[in-house]
């Protein structure tokens, strides 16, 4: 199949479009490169893209509309999954403006191009922490998600309600994602695993927030998109809902967890690290973050229902395979 790919040199959009192109499907990446972290890493996972004949690419930024839908319509996309945006939690309270035009003004053109261009499926990438303020565990699709912490969270919320319209009016099939913690080897730099793993090799100390008393419910990326190429086919249709489904009554649109469903404490997953790089961190203890959450847990049931049983890669198993590409990538620069 030809599948559109936004947000391609993404960490999470990198390993998507090297598993759909193992699988034998056409994939068309866009992403814009901006410099929210280092444009070389970004650079790197493209260029590894590049060298597959199945692969091609547009440096197209969502929120240029005429570009965009040029764009969009020469793809001419089976399946899109959109993953382009500006991610982080922390660094939304600095730079509200850029969540604002990625998340919300980019949403929104890419949804008015697919309009006119319309997919078999639109997938649409969202996060665990829409569910915010909620105390409920695990964290179920049907669970109110109206208390978001971070300005992060309520521009995901509003890409969701704005998929969930188009899905109404236009009758275009969507599947908001929902993802838990995803790490693994080409990860950001503003992540934890990358952050820490930097800071131990450098024997600098590690910032701790919620002095080592927080809960994730981390994903390895391998398994994130087995699950994402795994959904390609499982396109919502408005009245056939499986038990427990969170399919819309008005809507081909359906909301999906992406989980290990199996929480490990902070301190914890800082202790593999450092028994996968041989040496023990300097903790600096820091207090909760301004928009953090104290735990997350996805209830994997409607996944599962959909997928089958899940690959779930055990954390030391995921954590070594980090460890092996940090190691070679500082290597090289």
């Known amino acids: 199949m030809k599948v559109l790919v936004t947000g391609a040199a993404g960490f999470i959009g990198f390993h998507l479009s090297r598993k759909l192109i193992a699988q034998g499907h056409e994939v068309i990446g ?35 509309m005429d570009a965009l839908e040029d764009f969009v319509g020469a793809a001419g996309a ?6 382009g945006a500006q991610p982080g939690v922390r660094y939304s309270i600095e730079n509200p ?33 829409i569910y915010g ?26 890409g ?43 024997g600098e100390p590690i910032d701790v927030y919620g002095n080592g008393r927080m809960r994730r419910d981390f ?37 999906l967890n992406i989980g290990g469903g199996h929480p490990v404490e902070l301190m914890d997953f800082i202790a593999s690290l450092e028994r996968a790089m041989g040496t023990k961190a300097e903790l600096n ?14 209830d994997t049931d409607l996944l599962k229902a959909l997928v089958g049983d899940l690959q779930t890669t055990p954390l030391d198993e995921g954590i070594d395979r980090f460890v092996a590409w940090f190691r070679d990538y500082s290597r090289g620069n």
């Open 30 to 64: 866009l992403d814009a490169l901006t410099n929210y972290y280092d444009p070389a890493l970004k650079q790197t996972r493209l260029d590894i893209l590049l060298e597959q004949p199945a692969f091609r690419f547009g440096k197209i930024d969502l929120t240029q």
């Open 78 to 83: 089976e399946i899109v999954y959109h993953l």
């Open 97 to 129: 403006a850029s969540y604002i035009q990625s998340n919300i003004v980019g949403t929104a053109n890419l949804l008015e191009a697919l309009r006119r261009h319309q997919p078999q499926h639109l997938v649409f990438a969202s996060t665990s922490s």
């Open 133 to 158: 303020g909620n105390k409920t565990m695990p964290y179920a699709e049907g669970d109110r998600a109206d208390s978001p912490l971070s300005l992060y969270a309520a521009t995901k919320k509003s």
């Open 160 to 202: 969701e309600a704005l998929v969930h319209s188009y899905a109404h009016l236009w009758s275009i099939p969507s599947t908001c994602v929902r993802f838990f913690t995803v790490y693994g080897p080409y990860g950001r730099p503003d992540m934890a695993l990358l952050k820490f793993a930097t800071a131990i090799a450098k």
């Open 219 to 255: 994903t390895y990326v391998d398994d994130l998109v087995g699950v994402l190429a795994a959904i390609m086919t499982r396109v919502p249709v408005t009245g056939e809902p499986l038990e427990g489904d969170s399919l819309s009554a008005v809507a081909p649109f359906r909301l």
């Open 285 to 298: 203890m820091l207090p909760m973050q301004p928009g953090d959450v104290v735990a997350t847990e996805a």
